[in-house]
Structure formats: C-alpha cells, structure tokens
C-alpha cells in the first residue's frame, strides 16, 4: 500500500517560510500526479497545488501563487511545497495526496491516497 508522510509543518511569523516534504513508502511516485490541499477549521480542503508525474507541469491556487512553488525527486520518492511569505490565512493541515495518473488537478475528487497531513500555523 502507498504511504504518504507530511512532514515540515511548524509555526512560523507572518512573512516567513517553510518547506513542506511528502516523501512516499511502499510504491515509487513516478507515476503518480502529486497535489497539496489544505484545511482550515471549519472550511472545506482546498487545493494549493499540483504537480504532474514527471514534474513538467505545475499548478496553483490564486491565492499562492508567486509564494508557493511545488517540485518532486522522484530518485527521492518526494514531492516538496516550498512557502515563502506565508499569511496567516496559510493556516491549515497541509496534506498530500497522490494520484496513478500523468496530470495533476486542483480537485480533492481526483486523488485516492492521502497523507496524514502536517499543522501549518502563521502567527505573530
């Protein structure tokens, strides 16, 4: 079974960054489109970004675009989210999530296996 482990979550001040890994176990993620969603208590998952199996197309949300920037290794098995110049409104569970297809979508219906997720809070 294909296992996803978040990692890099913490608490951070308004401007600062983080660098979130989602490393794979028991498959190889070549083959697999790759996106980041988060949650926010008491609002839906959303979709921060996305990333195709090879790594040739990337996608992102509106909100992060030009802060976040998503790449993979896949000789690595890990799909990584940089965040620059987080806002508190960043502040959520960030979750991978894998797909066996070449390109990625923004929508949590297109994925079948999930992280645990890590806790992102921007604060001062």
């Known amino acids: 079974q294909l296992q996803l482990v978040e990692s890099g979550g913490g608490l951070v001040q308004p401007g600062g960054s983080l660098r979130l890994s989602c490393a794979a176990s028991?498959?190889?993620?070549?083959?697999?489109?790759i996106g980041w969603f988060r949650q926010a208590p008491g609002k839906e998952r959303e979709g921060v970004s996305c990333i195709s199996s090879s790594g040739g197309s990337t996608n992102y949300a509106d909100s992060v675009k030009g802060r976040f920037t998503i790449s993979r290794d896949n000789a690595k098995n890990t799909v990584y989210l940089q965040m620059n110049s987080l806002k508190p409104e960043d502040t959520a569970v960030y979750y991978c999530a894998a797909n066996y297809r070449t390109i990625a979508t923004l929508s949590r219906y297109e994925y079948n296996y999930w992280g645990r997720g890590t806790q992102v809070t921007v604060s001062s």
């Open positions: 028991g498959f190889t993620l070549d083959y697999y489109a």
